[in-house]
Nanobody, 124 residues
Framework: QVQLVESGGGLVQAGGSLRLSCAAS????????MGWFRQAPGKEREFVAL????????RYADSVKGRFTISRDNAKNTVYLQMNSLKPEDTAVYYC?????????????????WGQGTQVTVAS
């Protein structure tokens, strides 16, 4: 089992920045890739960003490309999502997820473990 704990959400003004963290514990050696997803009120959960555990392959949703950056601290077994130039439409609950199988995926159904989510609210 892998446990994921997110932190770093909060309220920020439009144009501001936040950094989300996702700490992995348990059988973290079994993780092949990590992803960030978000779910806005009344909407389905959507893909935001992903990276493989070796930090070689990264993918971003078009809506966040150039503003968000996914990264990982090996020593801390933590994945980050740096969010800059935030917009009100970025308001959502953000989830990190871990995938054990080989290959990258932007589909939530392909992830095995999920964090509890952290709220990000961007005020206009």
């Amino acid at each position: 089992q892998v446990q994921l704990v997110e932190s770093g959400g909060g309220l920020v003004q439009a144009g501001g920045s936040l950094r989300l963290s996702c700490a992995a514990s348990g059988r973290s050696f079994s993780i092949y890739s990590m992803g960030w997803f978000r779910q806005a009120p009344g909407k389905e959960r959507e893909f935001v960003a992903l990276m493989d555990w070796n930090k070689i392959n990264l993918r971003y949703a078009d809506s966040v490309k150039g503003r968000f950056t996914i990264s990982r601290d090996n020593a801390k077994n933590t994945v980050y999502l740096q969010m800059n130039s935030l917009k009100p439409e970025d308001t959502a609950v953000y989830y990190c997820a871990a995938r054990s199988s080989f290959g990258l995926s932007m589909f939530e159904s392909n992830y095995d473990y999920w964090g509890q989510g952290t709220q990000v609210t961007v005020a206009s």
